[in-house]
């Protein structure tokens, strides 16, 4: 990432959580029948699952990004946005950091060690910040990325790449409290903070709005809760907001949008996965 280098002396990789085998066909139609691993690849509007995947260290900055990181006392709000949908023939990455982020060229060598191709790169500025946009590419087929996993290997590598280059950023990240130089200022509550919200979205998709708490793997575990209930998911997108997560995917079931006893079995499943958990008092 060419940003402020700061040797901090933190962990430069994000550990690999290990994820069971997950059921699922070629696609996300939810049925738990066929093979137990299969490749998650999309068709124009579909997502499938892949096996687990390694997220590489950062690698050295390439340049340094005038100022000092902490010359501001407000640290901004980091943001990570993965969407799916505003181009056929890409998955657009977008990151903002306030005005800190640099070029991001180290976050671009680091997704090329994913086996990905940056295939366009851009920066805005506007009052909320500097906004460094990614279109990017499978290098091995030339298209969009689709596959959770590595959608999720994605995010938490630019979050990785941010938290080395710029430590006051884990302060406002809920990955910080884990792998971060400083603690977030603030705990969320899991429960108060999660939302979730379906709405129709024309007569063959549905609209599916989460809101949570953040941590590592989540867009993996959304994607299997939705298709173990049999319900498809063909594209979205996925926002991390400091220490919030926000995803929007387009659902369907059997072709057609959700119909409303669908849609609150999806919401229920959601909610019961993303609550806080508890213990019985009786299992001591």
Same mark, same amino acid.
């Given at each position: 990432m060419a940003v402020a280098m700061v040797s901090c002396g933190m962990r430069t990789s994000l550990k690999v959580i290990e994820k069971q085998a997950i059921l699922s066909p070629g696609f996300f139609s939810g049925s738990l029948a066929l093979n137990p691993v299969q490749r998650l690849c999309i068709t124009p509007k579909r997502l @499938?699952?892949?096996?687990? !995947?390694?997220?590489?260290?950062?690698?050295?900055? !390439? @340049?340094? $990004? $005038?100022?000092s990181p902490h010359e501001t006392a407000a640290v901004p709000t980091p943001k990570v946005i993965i969407d799916l949908d505003s181009d056929p023939d890409a998955t657009?990455? $977008?990151? !903002?950091f306030g005005d800190r982020l640099g070029a991001l060229l180290d976050t671009m060598n680091a997704l090329k060690n994913l086996g990905l191709n940056v295939v366009k790169a851009n920066v805005c500025l506007d009052s909320s910040g500097k906004h460094n946009k990614f279109a990017i590419t499978k290098a091995s087929t030339g298209r969009k990325v689709d596959d959770p996993e590595l959608l999720e290997a994605i995010r938490l590598t630019i979050i990785n790449n941010m938290m080395e280059y710029h430590p006051e950023s884990s302060s406002m990240l809920a990955m910080g409290e884990a792998f971060g130089v400083f603690q977030p200022f603030q705990k969320i509550d899991v429960d108060i903070a999660t939302h979730i919200h379906v709405y129709d979205d024309g007569p063959e998709r549905s609209l599916l709005c989460v809101e949570t708490a953040d941590r590592p793997g989540l867009i993996v575990d959304l994607v299997k809760i939705i298709t173990d209930i049999n319900i498809d998911v063909e594209s979205g997108e996925f926002d991390t907001e400091g220490l919030l997560a926000k995803a929007k995917f387009h659902v369907s079931y059997n072709g057609k949008a959700l119909i409303k006893p669908l849609q609150q079995v999806l919401a229920n499943s959601l909610r019961y996965f993303l609550r806080r958990p508890t213990t019985e008092d009786a299992s001591f």
């Open positions: @499938a699952f892949a096996g687990s !995947t390694l997220i590489p260290k950062a690698s050295s900055a !390439t @340049a340094v $990004e $005038e100022g657009v990455v $977008e990151v !903002t």
